[in-house]
C-alpha cells in the first residue's frame, strides 16, 4: 500500500532524502510498484542532489521523461517533469545525468516551458550552457526569453546564447525590437553590443539613454 504523507509516500521520501538503502527496503515490501509511481518518485527526487537515488530509480524502470501512462495519476503534462525540476532547484549535476540518460532537451512543460525557459526565469547560468551544449532550441522570437536573459546583466552569456541571431529581423509584440527592451533595461553594455556589433538602429532611441551609452 502506498501511504502519503505531505504529499509523499514513505518511498518517496526516503529517495528525496538520499537514503537509498531504506528506499530499496520500502520497495521489496511494497505490494504493487508501477513504472508510473517509480516515474512519479523520480520527479520528486530530481529536485535533489542524490544523484544516486535517481541511477537507482531509473535502474528500476522509472521513465526519464516523466511520463505518465496509466490513470493512477495524472497524464503527460499535467505533472511536473524530471528535467524540469533539476532545473528550478538549480541542481547541474543532476540537469547533466537527466541529459545523458536520454532526457528530451527541448520537452515542454504544462505551461508551454521549455528546459531552456525555465533556467533563464530561474537565473541559472551553468544549466544554460549545459542545455545549449545539448543543442537546446534557441527561441529568438520569444520576448519573455529574451528579457530572461537580458535581466541577468552578463553580456558573455547573452551573446552565448543568441550571439548568431540577426535583430534586425525580430520585432516582438508591439513592435518593440531587442534593442528597445535593451534600453528599458538601462544595460549599456548591451546596447553598444546591439547597435555597434549587431548594427541595430539607435536614431530613434532616447537621447538620454544614448548619450550615456555611446560615449
Excluded at 525555465?118 to 543543442?135: P, R
Excluded at 528597445?180 to 530613434?204: F, H, R, T
Aim: proline share 2%; charged share 25%.
Amino acid at each position: 500500500m502506498l501511504k502519503r504523507m505531505s504529499g509523499y509516500t514513505a518511498f518517496q521520501l526516503a529517495c528525496k532524502e538520499g537514503r537509498q538503502k531504506t528506499a530499496e527496503l520500502l520497495l521489496e515490501k511494497t505490494d504493487v510498484v508501477t513504472i508510473d509511481y517509480l516515474t512519479e518518485s523520480l520527479e520528486k527526487a530530481c529536485g535533489t542532489e542524490h544523484k544516486h537515488i535517481i541511477e537507482f530509480l531509473l535502474s528500476k524502470g522509472a521513465r526519464v521523461d516523466g511520463v505518465i501512462q496509466s490513470g493512477s495519476f495524472s497524464d503527460y503534462g499535467a505533472r511536473p517533469i524530471p528535467l524540469h525540476t533539476a532545473i528550478m532547484s538549480n541542481q547541474v549535476g543532476v540537469v547533466k545525468y537527466l541529459l545523458e540518460q536520454g532526457a528530451k532537451v527541448n520537452i515542454e512543460n504544462k505551461a508551454g516551458k521549455c528546459p531552456l525557459f525555465v533556467a533563464a526565469e530561474n537565473g541559472h547560468k551553468d544549466i544554460i550552457k549545459l542545455l545549449l551544449g545539448y543543442n537546446a532550441y534557441v527561441d529568438a522570437n520569444d520576448e519573455e526569453l529574451v528579457k530572461s536573459i537580458m535581466v541577468m546583466g552578463d553580456l558573455d552569456l547573452f551573446k552565448f546564447v543568441f550571439g548568431n541571431i540577426d535583430w534586425n529581423d525580430i520585432l516582438f509584440a508591439n513592435g518593440i525590437d531587442c534593442l528597445k527592451l535593451a534600453v528599458a533595461s538601462g544595460d549599456c553594455q548591451l546596447i553598444k553590443y546591439l547597435s555597434l556589433e549587431k548594427n541595430m538602429d539607435i536614431s530613434d532611441k532616447p537621447d538620454l539613454v544614448l548619450r550615456g551609452c555611446t560615449r
